[in-house]
């Protein structure tokens, strides 16, 4: 019988809304969003300007470790052509992460019960989405760029033209997997909480939320380097050449040269 509680308090998507223009506007998914993202900009403001060429400060560390361990990524994934892509791979990856430890907060004035005045804005599907669609179409245009049009209109035929419908599809499903990889895992994390609430004792829940919380740190973490990871591969993907593209002719005359064993 409080399962079944619990499963009538689980409203997915429930927030306090605004209309503006036509639109309806889910506050506190939209304020945690600036949140994270003031935080995000004031990290970087204040390292820029504490930036030295002498013994760096724990916030330079941080950044320049950050940038490293993203520039490694890009050139392992992607080459030299990759540094270009390391300011938006540690963008997002940074306010993913600032975004989903909002969460940790608890802003709730009753846990389980009344909503969070600061969600996460990943466990809101709007934002996750967003997101996937800017580096998908981002992702598309370098390959345009890299291929040429002809080019890249000829890699959904690749390897076989029977393939094409496949790897249209597997184009279109991208941004959707991109989504709901992130917000279904940060989502998991209030859907907890609320079940918790609704399942025990109201003395125990804040120890339960006390426990909880914290794996909600590490899955947070997980699922921005996640996030940025695909985001660097598909960069990746989307600039390489196919293997089964034909190959230039030889020259007439030219004397071939026999395979090496």
């Known amino acids: 019988m409080r399962m079944l509680d619990a499963m009538g308090q689980i409203h997915p998507g429930v927030h306090p809304t605004v209309h503006v223009l036509g639109l309806t506007i889910d506050i506190d998914a939209v304020t945690s969003s600036i949140v994270a993202a003031i935080i995000l900009l004031a990290l ?35 080459g030299k052509e990759g540094r270009r892509f390391v300011p938006i791979g540690v963008t997002l990856g940074l306010y993913i992460l600032i975004a989903n430890w909002i969460g940790f907060l608890p802003s709730a004035l009753r846990p389980g019960v009344s909503s969070e005045i600061l969600p996460a804005p990943t466990a809101d599907v709007n934002l996750p989405l967003a997101m996937a669609l800017f580096v998908i179409v981002w992702v598309h245009v370098e390959s345009i760029r890299a291929r040429g049009f002809k080019g890249y209109v000829r890699h959904y035929f690749q390897p076989y033209g029977i393939l094409a419908p496949i790897n249209v599809i597997e184009e279109l499903t991208k941004p959707i997997t991109l989504t709901f990889r992130l917000f279904g895992n940060i989502f ?12 025990l004792p109201v003395y125990v829940v804040p120890f339960g939320e006390i426990i909880w919380k914290p794996f909600d740190l590490f899955i947070g973490a997980i699922q921005a380097f996640i996030f940025t990871l695909l985001t660097i591969l598909y960069f990746g993907m989307a600039m390489s050449h196919d293997e089964h593209e034909e190959h230039p002719a030889a020259p007439a005359g030219a004397v071939p040269v026999p395979a090496s064993h």
């Open 44 to 78: 970087g403001f204040a390292a820029a300007r504490r930036a030295t060429s002498g013994v760096p400060g724990k916030l330079q560390l941080f950044w320049e470790f950050l940038i490293e361990q993203v520039g490694d990524l890009a050139d392992s994934a992607i």
């Open 188 to 199: 998991s994390g209030s859907l907890m909480v609320v079940v918790m609430a609704a399942l």
